[in-house]
């Protein structure tokens, strides 16, 4: 598909990619970046431009490497100790059958870590620790963390079902999906778009404003179609 390529591209180029997930899903389109080559005005554009929440994901692979839980999981364990999160698991989400949070993060150099600057530290250093961990030149990839980042932060990390784009088909896992296709490492940082109405900006109006800046739109099912035959 000659868009999809163009898209793998742009991605490897420093340039967002706009995907759409579904109708009947989120139904949202996401702003995607890949996550290791993140500057601040890119956060500043989705900022700007997404207006939703910024984040980071992450493959299930290298989180387990790292040791990334969910956060769900974190909240299952600490609900013994912290009556409160007994019943407010979000096991009756309307769109999925469990959440993607991960870990919030800062890196170790930030001040405050909101700032477009050191969000982008944040966001740009996690991408290196995550190719580092892919390629195997980190040797202890818990420390490596661990050394490079502290939690909680402001950015929040999401991680990807084990079996990409098969157990889950969220925003996590296509973007992923895509910065894998373009040969980077499996991380992207997106934002969901927001509309003036109170709603998520519709799926024709997210297109126009890519597309009328040159951008490519993508939907879910287009990136599912190119991954199938790419990850045999």
Same mark, same amino acid.
């Given at each position: 598909?000659? /868009? *999809?390529?163009?898209?793998?591209? %742009?991605?490897?180029?420093?340039?967002?990619?706009?995907?759409?997930?579904?109708?009947?899903?989120?139904e949202?389109?996401?702003?995607?970046f890949?996550?290791?080559?993140?500057?601040?005005? %890119?956060v /500043?554009?989705?900022r !700007?431009n997404?207006?939703g929440?910024?984040c #980071?994901? +992450?493959?299930? &692979? +290298?989180?387990?490497?790292? &040791?990334?839980?969910?956060?769900?999981?974190?909240?299952?364990?600490?609900q013994?100790?912290? =009556?409160?999160? @007994?019943?407010? *698991? =979000?096991?009756?989400?309307p769109?999925?059958?469990?959440?993607?949070?991960?870990?919030?993060?800062?890196? @170790?150099? $930030?001040?405050?870590?909101?700032? %477009?600057?050191? /969000?982008?530290l944040?966001?740009?250093?996690?991408?290196?620790?995550?190719?580092? +961990?892919?390629c195997?030149?980190?040797?202890?990839?818990?420390?490596?963390?661990?050394?490079g980042?502290r939690v =909680?932060g402001?950015?929040?990390?999401?991680?990807t079902?084990?079996?990409l784009?098969k157990?889950?088909?969220?925003?996590?896992?296509?973007?992923t999906?895509? $910065?894998?296709?373009?040969?980077?490492?499996?991380t992207? #940082?997106?934002c969901?778009?927001?509309?003036n &109405?109170g709603?998520?900006?519709?799926?024709?109006?997210? /297109?126009?404003?890519?597309?009328?800046?040159?951008?490519?739109?993508?939907e879910?099912?287009? +990136? !599912?179609?190119v991954?199938?035959s790419w990850?045999?």
């Amino acid at each position: 598909m000659e /868009r *999809l390529q163009k898209a793998l591209e %742009d991605l490897k180029n420093r340039k967002p990619v706009f995907i759409y997930d579904a109708e009947g899903r989120e139904e949202e389109t996401d702003i995607v970046f890949a996550s290791g080559s993140v500057a601040h005005e %890119d956060v /500043r554009f989705l900022r !700007q431009n997404g207006g939703g929440l910024i984040c #980071t994901t +992450v493959s299930d &692979d +290298v989180a387990e490497k790292i &040791d990334l839980p969910f956060l769900v999981d974190v909240f299952k364990t600490a609900q013994a100790v912290h =009556p409160v999160l @007994r019943n407010s *698991l =979000p096991d009756t989400l309307p769109y999925d059958t469990k959440s993607a949070f991960s870990l919030t993060i800062n890196h @170790r150099k $930030c001040y405050t870590g909101i700032t %477009d600057n050191d /969000r982008a530290l944040t966001i740009a250093e996690f991408g290196k620790l995550v190719g580092e +961990v892919e390629c195997g030149t980190s040797e202890n990839p818990l420390k490596s963390f661990t050394k490079g980042f502290r939690v =909680p932060g402001h950015v929040f990390l999401l991680r990807t079902s084990k079996e990409l784009l098969k157990d889950r088909i969220g925003h996590t896992e296509l973007s992923t999906a895509m $910065c894998l296709m373009a040969g980077l490492p499996a991380t992207a #940082t997106i934002c969901e778009m927001m509309g003036n &109405d109170g709603n998520a900006l519709s799926r024709a109006d997210a /297109r126009k404003f890519a597309e009328s800046r040159g951008f490519i739109f993508l939907e879910g099912h287009e +990136v !599912q179609e190119v991954w199938k035959s790419w990850s045999k």
